[in-house]
Nanobody, 114 residues
Framework: VQLQACGGGLVQPGGSLRLSCAAS????????AGWYRQAPGKQRELVAI???????DYADSVKGRFTISRDNAKNSLYLQMNSLKPEDAAVYYC?????????WGQGTQVTVSS
């Protein structure tokens, strides 16, 4: 499984971005998936997950601002990020699977700055 993440960029505080993660196959309908992020000098952390049934969960720091979703027909995973804060700046990674085997995308940079 290959994952290609995109959609990162530079945004002002309070702005929005939508990250996308395209898979090489129909994986999101049969495996849970999530978005993680890693800021400089910090450990990679879970941002949001979506299960096979569509149940979602979020890190407390992003609840109410971020929304994870997927389109099985397009083999794609998304992260809508609203009301972005400087502390949201990080490299964002998509991941398939909560248990092995897991697959990671290459990461997309999100910068939040005025």
């Amino acid at each position: 499984v290959q994952l290609q993440a995109c959609g990162g960029g530079l945004v002002q505080p309070g702005g929005s971005l939508r990250l996308s993660c395209a898979a090489s196959g129909n994986i999101f309908s049969i495996r849970a998936a999530g978005w993680y992020r890693q800021a400089p000098g910090k450990q990679r952390e879970l941002v949001a997950i979506i299960t096979i049934s569509g149940t979602t969960d979020y890190a407390d720091s992003v609840k109410g601002r971020f929304t994870i979703s997927r389109d099985n027909a397009k083999n794609s995973l998304y992260l809508q990020m609203n009301s972005l804060k400087p502390e949201d700046a990080a490299v964002y990674y998509c991941k398939v699977g909560l248990l092995d085997p897991t697959y990671w995308g290459q990461g997309t940079q999100v910068t939040v700055s005025s």
